[in-house]
């Protein structure tokens, strides 16, 4: 747990949760605060645990690279393997693969942070800028008519020399969980609503008491409910998910049918306190916090 990517204190937060679950549940667990040092994760791991929870969020943790490492020291860990992560992480390269399978995406490219900042977008207000390859919606923006220069936040962009770029879905933001390993088919949980209090789900509206409402299940048209439902089993199959993702969607419901439905990412390691959307989920289908991290410890593997 832990980390060093801007999702740290998230990923101690649910590393915390997770280890008290487990033993809860009669595991033994050490707490691993990962750092920027190998040596020292090398000289952690040496007593060579049973399983690795990997409760990482971001850079470092959820994009293929602890996973390459728990692969080399074969000690088998939760979640994704490393090139399931790997493309999961990069919103763009997911997209282009599930797109064209069908998959609805809103429309968007990746361009230059410095062509942001003079205003060089290639669509018209509204879009939203993001990282291509961050989570908890950090350093995202939307971009909304009649905003005559950049947000701020671009003069400070930290997040590589690309932002991606995508036209604004109007209407409701949608989750689902999925639960699927390489022997398992992948099954889809429920649909949340969130509603954030400030209209724009971003960080504080995530993490901070009283930032967002969770709706499960979603009070939407059915037909629309179980088109999520099967474009996030499809999501995690397709992208090679283990374990538990969480797959995120808008809804334009003023759009007939399932035509307003767009998919926007995948996360591999989504978040894990009792009160996070997956575990919420997981509770509403009958499966208690324990037992779902228990679940995930029991379908641990090592994928080369």
Same mark, same amino acid.
């Given at each position: 747990?832990?980390?060093?990517?801007?999702?740290?204190?998230?990923?101690?937060?649910?590393?915390?949760?997770?280890?008290?679950?487990? /033993?809860?549940?009669?595991?033994?667990?050490?707490?691993?605060?990962?750092?920027?040092?190998?040596?020292?994760?090398?000289?952690? +791991?040496?007593?060579?645990?049973? $399983?690795?929870?990997?409760?990482?969020?971001?850079? @470092?943790?959820?994009? @293929?690279?602890?996973?390459? $490492?728990?692969?080399?020291?074969?000690?088998?860990?939760?979640?994704?393997?490393?090139?399931?992560?790997?493309?999961?992480?990069?919103?763009?390269?997911?997209?282009?693969? +599930?797109?064209?399978?069908?998959?609805?995406?809103?429309?968007?490219?990746?361009?230059?942070?410095?062509?942001?900042?003079?205003?060089?977008?290639?669509?018209?207000?509204?879009? $939203?800028?993001?990282?291509?390859?961050?989570?908890?919606?950090?350093?995202? *923006?939307?971009?909304?008519?009649?905003?005559?220069?950049?947000?701020?936040?671009?003069?400070?962009?930290?997040?590589?020399?690309?932002?991606? $770029?995508?036209?604004?879905?109007?209407?409701?933001?949608?989750?689902?969980?999925?639960?699927?390993?390489?022997?398992?088919?992948?099954?889809?949980?429920?649909?949340?609503?969130?509603?954030?209090?400030?209209?724009?789900?971003?960080?504080?509206?995530?993490?901070?008491?009283?930032?967002?409402?969770?709706?499960?299940?979603?009070?939407?048209?059915?037909?629309?409910?179980?088109?999520?439902? /099967?474009?996030?089993?499809?999501?995690?199959?397709?992208?090679?998910?283990?374990?538990?993702?969480?797959?995120?969607?808008?809804?334009?419901?003023?759009?007939?049918?399932?035509?307003? +439905?767009? *998919?926007?990412?995948?996360?591999?390691?989504?978040?894990?306190?009792?009160?996070?959307?997956?575990?919420?989920?997981?509770?509403?289908?009958?499966?208690?916090?324990?037992?779902?991290?228990?679940?995930?410890?029991?379908?641990?593997?090592?994928?080369?």
């Amino acid at each position: 747990m832990g980390g060093w990517s801007s999702e740290r204190e998230v990923s101690l937060s649910s590393g915390k949760a997770c280890a008290k679950a487990l /033993r809860d549940q009669g595991y033994k667990v050490q707490e691993i605060d990962v750092k920027r040092d190998l040596q020292d994760l090398l000289t952690q +791991l040496k007593s060579k645990p049973d $399983v690795a929870f990997n409760a990482l969020h971001g850079r @470092g943790g959820e994009d @293929g690279c602890i996973q390459g $490492v728990l692969e080399i020291l074969a000690i088998p860990y939760t979640h994704s393997a490393p090139l399931a992560s790997a493309l999961a992480m990069n919103k763009q390269k997911a997209k282009e693969v +599930l797109k064209p399978m069908g998959v609805p995406c809103p429309e968007g490219q990746l361009v230059h942070i410095d062509d942001l900042r003079k205003g060089l977008a290639p669509f018209k207000p509204p879009y $939203v800028v993001k990282p291509n390859n961050e989570g908890s919606s950090v350093g995202v *923006y939307i971009i909304r008519q009649g905003d005559n220069k950049p947000p701020l936040g671009l003069d400070t962009w930290s997040y590589g020399p690309y932002a991606l $770029v995508e036209k604004y879905i109007p209407g409701k933001e949608l989750s689902v969980a999925v639960m699927g390993t390489s022997k398992q088919k992948a099954r889809a949980l429920t649909v949340t609503e969130i509603q954030a209090a400030s209209g724009f789900y971003d960080y504080e509206a995530k993490y901070v008491a009283g930032g967002s409402t969770h709706v499960i299940p979603a009070k939407i048209n059915k037909d629309v409910f179980d088109e999520a439902l /099967r474009i996030a089993a499809f999501a995690h199959e397709k992208l090679g998910c283990t374990g538990v993702t969480r797959s995120d969607f808008r809804y334009n419901d003023n759009e007939p049918g399932i035509s307003g +439905l767009f *998919y926007l990412e995948t996360n591999t390691q989504p978040g894990m306190t009792p009160t996070s959307l997956v575990p919420e989920q997981a509770a509403h289908v009958g499966m208690s916090f324990g037992e779902l991290v228990a679940w995930l410890v029991e379908n641990a593997a090592i994928h080369s």
